[in-house]
């Protein structure tokens, strides 16, 4: 098992004339971030025994986990594949939806090879949640694609994207 750790930092202002601030990310409060956070979007194989995605699979944990097919870039043509998307309430009260679009560029125009969206929930500041959707067969189209995860929340959107690449 290889574990990397690594540290982000931000930098508000300009140090060269002592008028900035050097700190830790989780040591910086945003203020102006509000409604729905993404967190991420990711497609894994679906398990042919039924046990992932769950939460809270890791018995005697100490902490909410997410159990998910491990998160997958490269994506054979011919298979199917379950995309996860989560994203944290920050400060919003009221119906939500999660959807996600896999889009790819062919001859010049957007293509999209699968969507979902599930029912309309209930949700409120300071909850997390996790959606699961599983796709149709990848067709045979090589090239990058785009993952989109997007929660509706209100009259707003938040979205979140990665780039998967079809062999």
Same mark, same amino acid.
């Given at each position: ?7 982000? +930092?931000? $930098? ?62 490269? $994506? ?10 989560? /994203? ?11 959807? +996600?679009? $896999? ?24 909850? /997390?949640? /996790?959606?699961? +959707? ?6 045979? /189209? ?23 690449? +079809?062999?």
């Amino acid at each position: 098992m290889l574990w990397h750790h690594s540290n982000a +930092f931000v $930098l508000i202002g300009g140090l060269d004339n002592g008028s900035g601030a050097l700190g830790s990310i989780t040591s910086i409060r945003v203020d102006d971030t509000g409604g729905i956070v993404p967190a991420f979007i990711s497609a894994g194989l679906p398990d042919p025994k039924g046990k992932v995605p769950t939460l809270n699979g890791v018995t005697g944990s100490g902490i909410t986990n997410l159990d998910i097919s491990f998160p997958l870039t490269l $994506l054979t043509h011919g298979s199917s594949y379950v995309y996860t998307f989560t /994203f944290e309430d920050v400060n919003f009260t009221g119906t939500c939806q999660a959807s +996600f679009t $896999l889009t790819q560029i062919q001859f010049n125009k957007t293509v999209t090879l699968d969507s979902g969206k599930d029912a309309a929930f209930s949700c409120g500041p300071g909850t /997390f949640w /996790f959606w699961t +959707f599983n796709g149709k067969v990848i067709p045979d /189209f090589p090239g990058p694609a785009t993952l989109t995860g997007t929660v509706t929340y209100g009259t707003s959107k938040a979205n979140i994207s990665s780039t998967v690449v +079809f062999n």
